[in-house]
Nanobody, 119 residues
Framework: QVQLVESGGGLVQAGGSLRLSCAASGGAFSTDTMGWFRQAPGKERDLVASVTRIGITYYTDSVKGRFTISRDNAKNTVYLQMTSLEPEDTAVYYC?????????????WGQGTQVTVSS
């Protein structure tokens, strides 16, 4: 069973930066694609960014140029470097992972970490 443990959330002023980390336990095959989702109060959980084991990345439009996703395969850890943060980025951020053969949906989820951006 894969477990995902996030860290790095917190309170930051607008324009500031935060770095989220997500460490995965379990087999590397189960975490071929790793991603970050976020959910603001009263809103759906949306994909922010994802990265495959070979480094193919995806970003939602609202974070392009501000957020960078990366991973360390040796540590089975994914990172989300967030810069130029805006109050609209305030949300609970969740790490997720899925095996290579899964194309839709995500099999594994972290517990979430709160990111609050003050204006």
């Amino acid at each position: 069973q894969v477990q995902l443990v996030e860290s790095g959330g917190g309170l930051v002023q607008a324009g500031g930066s935060l770095r989220l980390s997500c460490a995965a336990s379990g087999g590397a095959f189960s975490t071929d694609t790793m991603g970050w989702f976020r959910q603001a109060p009263g809103k759906e959980r949306d994909l922010v960014a994802s990265v495959t084991r070979i480094g193919i990345t995806y970003y939602t439009d609202s974070v392009k140029g501000r957020f960078t996703i990366s991973r360390d395969n040796a540590k089975n850890t994914v990172y989300l470097q967030m810069t130029s943060l805006e109050p609209e980025d305030t949300a609970v951020y969740y790490c997720a992972a899925r095996p290579r053969w899964v194309r839709v949906g995500w099999n594994y989820w972290g517990q979430g970490t709160q990111v609050t951006v003050s204006s």
